[in-house]
């Protein structure tokens, strides 16, 4: 476990502090791809904090090895979760059995504002339901869309329903476009 390189630091901008849960055990590997990306990302932005969450146990004993400065650790903090989500784990049965999972945990952040996003590399249909059941839905949309960001010629492009849905309904997505700042469609 070694951070990968030694990007350069932004400088604070205009000091707005941006805290992300990060779902520590969601990925095949966890926990240390996830703590070595959120060491890098706090190393490249001071304008966030991450809280790791999952067996705080396994977190600590991770992160110690690793010999962090002291401003990493002051922006990297630790919420226990008792529980882990599989890929093998149902959606639906995640919301009613897994409450102190790392994913649901982290979720829970967000809608008690002690956190601004979650990032997760785990079972998207089961943060999809979690996301669902502990934030709820904007008023007018009847199901959420998975939206990742791709770098582009001219920037950036969203793309919508990244394999969430097998038939999306173009209405779905067009709903989503309309709340864009400035949307294009191509």
Do not use: W
Request: glycine share 6%; proline share 5%.
């Amino acid at each position: 476990l070694a951070p990968a390189s030694n990007n350069t630091v932004c400088p604070p901008t205009d000091g707005i502090t941006v805290a992300i849960a990060l779902d520590a055990f969601g990925s095949d590997n966890a926990p240390n791809p996830e703590i070595l990306g959120a060491i890098e990302a706090l190393k490249f932005d001071n304008n966030i904090e991450i809280v790791l969450v999952g067996d705080e146990k396994r977190l600590s004993e991770a992160i110690i090895k690793l010999n962090c400065s002291s401003a990493i650790l002051n922006r990297l903090k630790i919420k226990h979760a008792s529980e882990q989500i599989t890929m093998k784990d149902s959606p639906s049965s995640i919301v009613r059995n897994k409450r102190d999972s790392s994913l649901r945990v982290a979720y829970e952040l967000v809608h008690n504002k002690e956190a601004d996003a979650v990032i997760s590399a785990g079972n998207t249909g089961a943060s999809l339901a979690i996301a669902m059941f502990v934030l709820k839905r904007l008023k007018g949309i009847d199901r959420p869309a998975i939206a990742t960001v791709m770098p582009s010629v001219g920037g950036h492009t969203v793309l919508l329903d990244a394999g969430a849905l097998s038939e999306p309904k173009a209405s779905r997505a067009i709903l989503i476009i309309i709340s864009l700042d400035s949307p294009k469609i191509n």
